[in-house]
T-cell receptor, first 115, second 114 residues
Framework: SQQGEEDPQALSIQEGENATMNCSYKTSINNLQWYRQNSGRGLVHLILIRSNEREKHSGRLRVTLDTSKKSSSLLITASRAADTASYFCATDTREASGGSYIPTFGRGTSLIVHP | DAMVIQNPRYQVTQFGKPVTLSCSQTLNHNVMYWYQQKSSQAPKLLFHYYDKDFNNEADTPDNFQSRRPNTSFCFLDIRSPGLGDAAMYLC?????????????FGQGTRLTVV
């Protein structure tokens, strides 16, 4: 079943602007991850934030997590046309066999960055 | 270097004709997943393996089967594809006991049913 819900569903911006995407989830998590998917491709892992972390950075990416509100945001600063893709959050509330966790995805935000 | 490889990238099959999608990994991960992703939707888990321990999702149709002959390979068999099975199929892996929970995805196989 779907756990995360991204907002907005679609975002269109100009190159150089910042893009902010939000993810809300329903149940307690251990980790939350953000993935990127270029059109017609597989998912690429961007960043993982643990439930005891509030903010994490990776290059132009900044992820925040508010466990009290059960929400996370992904900020892409100084966006580029090459950032055009769909962005998904995934939560890991479900434990798989052997102690790993199952990423459960939201519907994603479709980001278009215009040159 | 490619770590999770799916073949083929694009597959066209006839309605009702069995089809097999393949996934291989060089990461030696214990856990492998198959997801189905329809247009503009979230990837939906079909099943996952921990080693050879198979775990089917409750709402995965019986039409979908899987095999994992060894750590490196995993197959998705669709016994009688219907038009509604047209989708992107994503294979992913993650390490055992991976509290980091990062999953590594292949490029996907786009299945068309005609």
């Amino acid at each position: 079943s779907q756990q995360g819900e991204e907002d907005p569903q679609a975002l269109s911006i100009q190159e150089g602007e910042n893009a902010t995407m939000n993810c809300s989830y329903k149940t307690s998590i251990n980790n939350l991850q953000w993935y990127r998917q270029n059109s017609g491709r597989g998912l690429v892992h961007l960043i993982l934030i643990r439930s005891n972390e509030r903010e994490k950075h990776s290059g132009r990416l900044r992820v925040t997590l508010d466990t009290s509100k059960k929400s996370s945001s992904l900020l892409i600063t100084a966006s580029r046309a090459a950032d055009t893709a769909s962005y998904f959050c995934a939560t890991d509330t479900r434990e798989a066999s052997g102690g790993s966790y199952i990423p459960t995805f939201g519907r994603g935000t479709s980001l278009i960055v215009h040159p | 270097d490619a770590m999770v490889i799916q073949n083929p990238r694009y597959q066209v099959t006839q309605f009702g004709k069995p089809v097999t999608l393949s996934c291989s990994q060089t990461l030696n991960h214990n856990v492998m997943y198959w997801y189905q992703q329809k247009s503009s939707q979230a990837p939906k888990l079909l099943f996952h393996y921990y080693d050879k321990d198979f775990n089917n999702e409750a709402d995965t149709p019986d039409n979908f089967q899987s095999r994992r002959p060894n750590t490196s390979f995993c197959f998705l068999d669709i016994r009688s594809p219907g038009l509604g099975d047209a989708a992107m199929y994503l294979c992913a892996t993650s390490p055992w006991g991976g509290r980091k929970a990062e999953a590594f995805f292949g490029q996907g196989t786009r299945l068309t049913v005609v």
